[in-house]
């Protein structure tokens, strides 16, 4: 089972944004059903009940009413939900013994998962963070301008290789072995979800934009049982982001 980023820790104070400040904020933290463990609810998937008591994702945590957390993946979802005890989980957290919690419940998470990742990266593309073409995309990265590096499930060998190493040369890392992510999606769902033709690599050359984005690679990863590191990504990216507070 995939360890939670997260795992053993309790909510903790971040660095006020003004020096001397008193106020201070918190990340917020929800357990598991069914592993118990705890971990901030963005590294979470939220599971939310409709008016006709079916359990539903709600990867974006916006549903109202009560929602339920889970930290797993989706094969040791798949098992708890063949062997009812996920429903006795989501009974407890909904309160309720009126559910319906579909058998294919797990691909419904992946495919939201896979949605939102997608559409992050459209709005991403949108606003001027994202470059597409092997050219441009090494350019930018022997420059130093990438943050991010992505590549599609069927994009070659080679293609891979060459834009990975000319983003080492970039971050000044030539003998180390990082290279860019193979995304869990082709080129042609990565092309419809960016509005362009042929897209098999796609590079973000802004900082807060990768960490974005690599946060919703990461759950998306995860859930189907994948590496969800992204290395390309610098360890200080996700400190410019300001995650919502979703209620």
């Known amino acids: 089972m995939r360890k939670l980023p997260n795992e053993g820790l309790k909510t903790q104070p971040r660095t006020p944004v003004e020096p001397g400040g008193s106020a201070r904020d918190h990340t917020p933290e929800r357990k ?7 971990a901030a609810r963005d590294d979470l998937i939220r599971l939310a009940l409709g008016p006709d008591g079916q ?102 060998s080679e293609g891979r290789r060459k834009l990975d190493q000319a983003w080492r040369v970039g971050q000044g890392t030539e003998g180390s072995g990082s290279q860019g992510l193979v995304l869990p999606a082709e080129r042609a769902i990565l092309s419809l979800a960016l509005g362009r033709e042929n897209v098999v690599h796609a590079a973000i050359i802004d900082r807060a934009a990768a960490a974005r984005v690599s946060h919703a690679l990461d759950r998306w990863r995860a859930f189907i049982g994948r590496d969800a590191g992204v290395e390309a990504v610098a360890a200080d990216a996700s400190a410019v982001i300001v995650k919502k507070d979703f209620e």
């Open 55 to 156: 359990v539903a994702p709600d990867v974006r945590a916006r549903a109202p009413g009560r929602g339920a957390w889970i930290g797993v993946d989706r094969a040791t979802l798949d098992a708890a939900n063949g062997k009812g005890k996920l429903r006795g989980a989501l009974a407890r957290a909904f309160k309720t013994g009126e559910i319906d919690v579909p058998d294919d419940l797990g691909a419904r998470i992946e495919a939201a998962l896979e949605r939102n990742t997608l559409d992050r990266l459209g709005l991403e593309a949108r606003a001027g963070n994202l470059a597409t073409g092997s050219d441009r995309i090494e350019t930018e990265a022997r420059r130093g301008a990438v943050h991010l590096l992505l590549h599609a499930a069927d994009a070659s």
């Open 32 to 38: 598991c059903i069914l592993s118990g463990r705890h």
